[in-house]
């Protein structure tokens, strides 16, 4: 177990819909990750937080954004689902003075029909 | 071409026998370069990581980096069925982790 926690495991929609993926980092870390792992593209960074604000993009989707409360958790959302958004998701979280060091979640598998 | 090459296997093995995972990469400016075990439907776990050329050792996990080549590995020794897994190879620069597409290793008792 990282540490890392996410709600909810699993995440059935359908084409068109918004969806909320949530998570909680490790106790004191203040970087969160997003990462988003399909078949055909392997692990993708889509975008990190560290302590509320946004520090690094990847290849995250216009429809996609995240946030970063004060509490430290995350959530990201998705919106205008397309099938292709079928993935599972991941948030990672890190130590401060050490972003290399990423500890990942569990994951929401979402499916869009 | 992708930044990070791994091959996908699968790579099968008896108990017990040495296995060596590989990566290569493109990117000079990666500096950090970690391996993580990723069991089915689960979330990747760090295994261990390396800043420079060399060998770092972890018990029966050996990681080594050729920075001048742009190739890394990891050694498993004496193997296990419980080692069966995808491993991952990741590389860090500007606050990113870039994957590699994962080798699926099986380890037959």
């Known amino acids: 177990d990282s540490g890392v926690t996410q709600t909810p495991k699993h995440l059935i929609t359908a084409t068109g819909q918004r969806v909320t993926l949530r998570c909680s980092p490790r106790?004191?870390?203040?970087?969160v990750y997003w990462y988003q792992q399909s078949l055909d593209q392997g692990l993708q960074f889509l975008i990190q937080y560290y302590n509320g604000e946004e520090r690094a993009k990847g290849n995250i989707l216009e429809r996609f954004s995240a946030q970063q409360f004060p509490d430290l958790h995350s959530e990201l959302n998705l919106s205008s689902l397309e099938l292709g958004d079928s993935a599972l998701y991941f948030c990672?979280?890190?130590?401060?003075?050490?972003?290399?060091?990423?500890?990942f979640g569990p994951g929401t598998r979402l499916t869009v029909t | 071409q992708k930044e990070v090459e791994q091959d996908p296997g699968p790579l099968s093995v008896p108990e017990g026998a040495i296995v060596s995972l590989n990566c290569t990469y493109s990117?000079?400016?990666?500096?950090?370069f970690m391996w993580y075990r990723q069991y089915s439907r689960k979330g990747p776990e760090l295994l261990m990581y390396?800043?420079?050329?060399g060998n770092k050792e972890d018990g029966r996990f050996t990681a080594q980096v050729d920075k001048s080549s742009k190739y890394i590995s990891l050694f498993i020794r004496d193997s296990q069925p419980s080692d069966s897994a995808t491993y991952l190879c990741?590389?860090?620069?500007?606050?990113?982790?870039?994957f590699g597409g994962g080798t699926r290793l099986m380890v037959k008792p």
């Open positions: 990741a590389m860090y620069a500007g606050n990113m982790l870039t």
């Open positions: 106790s004191g870390d203040l970087s």
């Open positions: 390396t800043y420079s050329s």
């Open positions: 990117n000079s400016a990666f500096q950090y």
């Open positions: 990672a979280s890190s130590p401060w003075d050490r972003s290399y060091e990423q500890y």
